[in-house]
């Protein structure tokens, strides 16, 4: 069974144009071209010109000669020298307004392929995003768009010209004497027979040589985005040696690749060498013969063809070979439309829901990779307008829980509910328009702390802007900074500096639910707890879902769900759980004794009024129950800023 697959798969591989070469230019044409075929007929036109100029060249040339050498007459032949001066000047126009035109109709439709291509992009899943690396994107969209155009466009264009002259000039000789032109092409059947045998392994070589290009590319992205991680590892070597090899990998492919296509060109020239061999000897004889009707100037005439025949046969056959590499490209770039979004709006999707509802999640099964399923069964209720926390150990899956309420991915079984109105019924925009979400990983544009915050929300006034960073104390910043971009994925931000912005892209939004994922885990303890003092008014009558590490920041949660590996252990309140003297309150002890022991870290600089036991409670507590005192504290703004 499997043999016969791969045995299939090779016969097909082997032939020059597999059916899938067929669809792929099918597809092209009546996606991209097809429209421009008033255009495309024009050019077409235009190129027959040129290839009638050649033929109406050899025969003034072939008079013009037998005016030498029969009657002589000097102004027959004056006649015929201007005749053929104004033929290569409009063949000279010609040769201009050919390629304007095809590199417009190419540029025109490699630009809607773009188009096509990133908006496409947009559709696609996050895990299509998390699965691909950016390599692999940026060169279909970048490299491989751009080759397509020169191939839709000039190649094409001169490959017709070049095939419509060496049509016309061959019928010419053909007509001229049947006999020679046999004798000129019984060679052919050997040009194509190589051109066969290069064109697989051009294919083959094309094929590595993307794939060397894309991981090259790849390579690139995850080298600049790690500099941090290189440099302080000191793996400067390694990443240089890494890059080095997949160059040296495309070097030693490119060279490949183009000796593969340089074989056509000599065969040819011996061909071609052949072929001139028999037209003189046999074209010599049939003028020596009084059996052929054939002179001196039809002989000279005919050697003229042949080259002019030539080198457009010679263009046709590269192009030929050329065409298996560009072959792969379509394909390559094609193959991202073959990968479709399942994360999209039924039909009759519901546009309006009631946001402040419960959140119900029953019966969810959910993996990322099958092999390993992560929720089996998960049920959880996270009542509207309350303030509902998740804790458990990291990889437990508590922001997989938050993913799936946007529905960033699709639960594969069971069924997520927000007021009893199931997800998957309502429009996708509808459901993410109700959450604002401070994520783990924040995602900071290079552009200014401004800007990144207006994100979210781009139709918001400057005032409530203004509200947003002084209520997640980055206002400050906003002014010290001014327009400044922040560099590639915000590098020029700590990390305290980078979450504060993401919580004031949560306030600008003000949406009915609030995900917060360790929102406030970056910052020292006195600008968290004056942030979430504000992220506490913030979330009231807001439906909030808060996921944090440190678990005096959530007691006072309405209730608290307590993750395993995928499952929910332990739910209630804080009293609650630690009544239950479970895995919440061995927990809770844990962090609590940590921090009485006078671990530095989250505690340097608190206030003392800690001081009495459970300060990891008190703080939290105080941030929740007193919001509205923590931001006035102002001289305290200074040093947050520089955290
Ligand atoms: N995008 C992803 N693709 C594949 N596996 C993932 C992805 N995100 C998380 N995981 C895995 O799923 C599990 C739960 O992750 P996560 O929800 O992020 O945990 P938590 O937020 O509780 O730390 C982990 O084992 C993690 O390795
Ligand atoms: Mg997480």
Same mark, same amino acid.
């Given at each position: 069974m499997k043999l016969t697959f791969l045995r299939k798969r090779k016969s097909d591989r082997h032939r020059m144009y597999s059916a899938q070469d067929k669809d792929n230019l099918v597809w092209l044409w009546q996606r991209y071209l097809k429209q421009k075929t008033l255009w495309l007929l024009v050019i077409l036109g235009l190129i027959l010109l040129q290839g009638g100029v050649y033929q109406q060249f050899l025969k003034l040339t072939e008079n013009g000669l037998r005016v030498i050498f029969d009657n002589g007459s000097l102004s027959d032949l004056l006649r015929v020298c201007l005749t053929v001066f104004f033929l290569f000047a409009v063949r000279g126009l010609v040769s201009y307004v050919v390629p304007r035109l095809s590199i417009w109709v190419a540029s025109d439709a490699v630009q809607k392929l773009r188009t096509d291509l990133v908006s496409h992009l947009m559709t696609l899943d996050l895990a299509y995003f998390e699965r691909t690396n950016a390599g692999e994107i940026i060169l279909r969209l970048v490299n491989q768009a751009q080759d397509l155009s020169q191939f839709v466009g000039l190649q094409t264009a001169?490959?017709?010209r070049d095939a419509t002259t060496v049509v016309i000039v061959s019928g010419y000789l053909l007509y001229r004497s049947p006999l =020679?032109?046999?004798?000129?092409?019984?060679?052919?059947p050997i040009i194509l027979l190589m051109m066969q045998l290069v064109s697989k392994s051009i294919k083959d070589i094309m094929t590595s040589a993307e794939n060397a290009l894309g991981a090259y590319m790849n390579g690139i992205e995850e080298m600049s985005n790690g500099m941090r991680t290189v440099k302080i590892s000191g793996q400067e070597q390694y990443e240089r040696d890494r890059l080095v090899r997949a160059t040296s990998i495309i070097k030693d492919l490119s060279i490949r690749l183009q000796s593969a296509q340089a074989l056509i060109l000599p065969s040819m020239d011996l061909v071609a060498?052949?072929?001139?061999?028999?037209?003189? /000897?046999?074209g010599g004889y049939m003028v020596l013969s009084p059996d052929y009707?054939?002179?001196?100037? /039809?002989?000279?005439?005919?050697?003229?063809?042949?080259?002019?025949?030539?080198?457009?046969?010679?263009?046709v056959a590269n192009f030929l070979t050329r065409l298996q590499a560009n072959l792969v490209i379509l394909n390559s770039v094609r193959s991202l439309f073959h990968e479709k979004p399942t994360i999209v709006d039924k039909p009759d999707a519901l546009a309006e829901f009631d946001t402040g509802g419960d959140i119900e999640i029953k019966h969810v099964t959910f993996s990322y990779d099958p092999a390993s399923p992560l929720f089996d069964d998960l049920n959880m209720v996270l009542p509207g307008k309350k303030i509902t926390a998740i804790v458990g150990a990291t990889g437990s899956g508590k922001t997989?829980?938050?993913?799936?309420?946007?529905r960033l991915y699709n639960v594969e079984d069971g069924e997520i509910s927000i007021g009893g109105t199931p997800i998957n019924d309502l429009k996708i925009k509808s459901l993410r328009q109700s959450f604002s979400a401070v994520a783990q990983d924040i995602v900071i544009f290079n552009n200014s702390i401004w800007e990144n915050i207006k994100y979210v929300r781009p139709e918001a006034t400057d005032e409530e802007i203004w509200a947003a960073a002084e209520a997640a104390?980055?206002?400050?910043?906003?002014?010290?900074? /001014?327009?400044?971009?922040? %560099?590639?994925? %915000?590098?020029?931000?700590?990390?305290g500096q980078k979450?504060?912005?993401?919580?004031?892209?949560?306030?600008?939004?003000?949406?009915?639910?609030? =995900?917060?994922?360790?929102a406030?885990?970056?910052?020292?303890?006195r600008t968290e707890d004056r942030v979430k003092g504000a992220l506490a008014r913030l979330s009231r009558d807001k439906t909030t879902i808060i996921v944090a590490h440190r678990l005096s920041a959530i007691t006072h949660a309405d209730l608290i769900y307590v993750l395993d590996v995928g499952k929910v252990v332990e739910q209630g309140t804080h009293e609650e759980l630690m009544a239950l003297g479970g895995l919440y309150a061995g927990m809770y002890g844990a962090q609590k004794e940590s921090y009485n022991l006078g671990d530095p870290g989250p505690l340097a600089g608190a206030p003392t009024a800690q001081a009495g036991g459970g300060a990891g409670e008190t703080s939290g507590d105080a941030a929740a129950e007193t919001p509205e005192d923590a931001p006035d504290d102002a001289p305290d703004q200074a040093a947050a800023v520089k955290s």
């Open positions: 001169n490959a017709v =020679l032109f046999t004798a000129a092409v019984v060679v052919v060498a052949f072929a001139y061999m028999l037209v003189i /000897g046999g009707d054939m002179d001196g100037a /039809g002989i000279i005439t005919f050697l003229l063809g042949l080259a002019l025949v030539f080198e457009p046969a010679r263009s997989t829980i938050l993913s799936l309420l946007a104390e980055i206002a400050e910043l906003i002014r010290a900074r /001014g327009d400044m971009p922040l %560099g590639p994925k %915000g590098s020029q931000l700590s990390g979450q504060r912005i993401a919580i004031a892209r949560a306030f600008l939004r003000s949406a009915p639910i609030l =995900l917060l994922d360790e406030t885990s970056a910052l020292d303890q």
